[in-house]
Nanobody, 127 residues
Framework: VQLQASGGGLVQTGGSLRLSCRLS????????MKWFRQAPGKEREFVAT????????DYADSVKGRFTISRDNAASTVYLHMSSLKPEDTATYYC?????????????????????WGKGTQVTVSS
């Protein structure tokens, strides 16, 4: 299984971006799909998760109400729709996959529980 994230870029404060993460060598319907991010000089942190069916989502408090995770299992792709972006959202964003037993479970926020990681995509929000 490989994950490929894309869609990062430079955006002004208050702007929007949509990140994509395509899974190959498998299907996203087998995994809870996550987004994490790592800002310069900081530890990587959880951003959002989507259950295998896409019916359950959970978010970090810092992005709740501004970010939306969605998925297209037929295309083996998960998205992160980011709006009302702030300079503090500047980070490298990573997608990850966690194999979960229950299709409506969002899984865990623990990095060490992830089965697969993609390479990051950079998001820079200018003030």
């Amino acid at each position: 299984v490989q994950l490929q994230a894309s869609g990062g870029g430079l955006v002004q404060t208050g702007g929007s971006l949509r990140l994509s993460c395509r899974l190959s060598g498998g299907t996203t319907s087998s995994f809870a799909m996550k987004w994490f991010r790592q800002a310069p000089g900081k530890e990587r942190e959880f951003v959002a998760t989507s259950s295998r069916t896409g019916t359950v989502a959970d978010y970090a408090d810092s992005v709740k109400g501004r970010f939306t995770i969605s998925r297209d299992n037929a295309a083996s792709t998960v998205y992160l729709h980011m709006s009302s972006l702030k300079p503090e959202d500047t980070a490298t964003y990573y997608c990850a996959a966690e194999r979960t037993r229950h299709p409506t479970s969002g899984g865990t926020r623990r990095e060490d529980a992830m089965d697969y990681w993609g390479k990051g995509t950079q998001v820079t929000v200018s003030s």
